[in-house]
């Protein structure tokens, strides 16, 4: 598949064909154009679909059609230009917003692995402190709770 191409769903090529079934017109058996001010850009816009989508199936049901809508290769390029320009803002709108949400979603990660880090380190405050009182209370002669400590084997009965 080429670079620019893009696949769609079956259902877009029958949305692309209902559409030129609406803007083109039928001159003989053989020729066919647009109406006025209707050429592939256009619908490609109206349908929010790939104007190159729109060209092949166009070509594939009407062959090449002259310029299409009375419009000069000017006005075709004008309307070009206007499409990929909104197409552009489109992209820089969804570019900012996709740099937003990797923003927020590193924040929660940082914060994830300070609470992490923070759990850990009180896990560890923890053991030790129980470690010294398992070793108080068998030094100050209670029962054997040795057990009790992580660091320490159980004793043997």
Not at 57 to 86: C, I, W
């Amino acid at each position: 598949m080429a670079k620019n191409q893009h696949r769609i769903h079956r259902l877009d090529y029958i949305r692309i064909n209902d559409k030129l079934r609406e803007v083109i017109e039928r001159l003989d058996d053989t020729t066919c154009k647009y109406k006025d001010a209707w050429d592939d850009t256009r619908v490609a816009r109206e349908l929010k679909l790939p104007l190159n989508s729109v060209g092949n199936l166009r070509r594939e049901a009407y062959g090449n059609l002259p310029n299409g809508g009375g419009r000069t290769d000017t006005g075709r390029l004008k309307s070009d230009v206007e499409g990929m320009l909104k197409l552009l803002e489109e992209e820089r709108a969804a570019k900012e917003e996709l740099q937003q949400t990797v923003s927020e979603q590193q924040t929660m990660i940082l914060n994830l692995a300070n609470a992490v880090e923070k759990v850990t380190r009180n896990f560890d405050d923890l053991n030790s402190k129980v470690s010294k009182l398992v070793a108080s209370l068998v030094i100050k002669g209670y029962h054997d709770l040795r057990h009790l400590d992580a660091k320490q084997p159980p004793a043997a009965h």
